[in-house]
């Protein structure tokens, strides 16, 4: 990746050197032959978007992985934030609609809390058809599960 730092605490030259094209390129100052070897090389104009397509792919092998957008923080530290950072971002009205409709495309699950009570809601429907009524045991049994999750919306 073309992902240098510009500065880290120190000014990098070459870090400088990059985030200068970046600009030209941006400014529209860029000579072509510096940007067709550039592009030669696969030099990244926009490391953000860059970053946001590695992490959206991550997310979708992750998906694919385990049927579920629930990352761990603990086995995946970095997608775990990057998916939390999204989910914020979409609640302000601060991700652009191209992301939105990227992750729309997925089925990306924008809040999982509401995720878990239909499907939870659905078991229960589930249940009440099937026996009459909706009378869970917390403590044990196959719907102990259900109990409690019923239990927590009778409160």
């Given amino acids: ?27 529209g100052q860029l000579r072509k032959d510096r940007f067709a070897a550039l592009e030669d090389i696969g030099f990244e104009w926009d490391p953000h978007e860059a ?5 959206l792919a991550e997310l979708k092998a992750f998906y694919d992985l385990h049927d579920h957008y629930q990352v761990s923080p603990i086995a995946r530290p970095q997608l775990h934030s990057w998916v939390r950072n999204v989910r914020r971002l979409y609640r302000e009205g601060k991700l652009s609609a191209e992301r939105v409709e990227a992750l729309e495309a997925i089925e990306f699950v924008w809040d ?3 995720q878990r009570w239909t499907e939870m809601f659905a078991q229960l429907a589930v249940f009440v058809a099937r026996e009459g009524h ?12 259900l109990g409690k999750w019923l239990a927590r919306q009778r409160v």
Wanted: proline share 9%; net charge positive.
């Fill in 1 to 27: 990746h073309c992902r240098v730092p510009h500065e880290d605490g120190r000014r990098t030259p070459l870090g400088t050197w990059v985030k200068r094209q970046r600009e030209e390129h941006r400014a």
């Fill in 112 to 114: 999982p809390r509401e």
């Fill in 134 to 145: 909706s009378r869970l045991s917390v403590n044990h049994g196959p719907e102990q599960r």
């Fill in 51 to 55: 970053f946001w397509q590695e992490r």
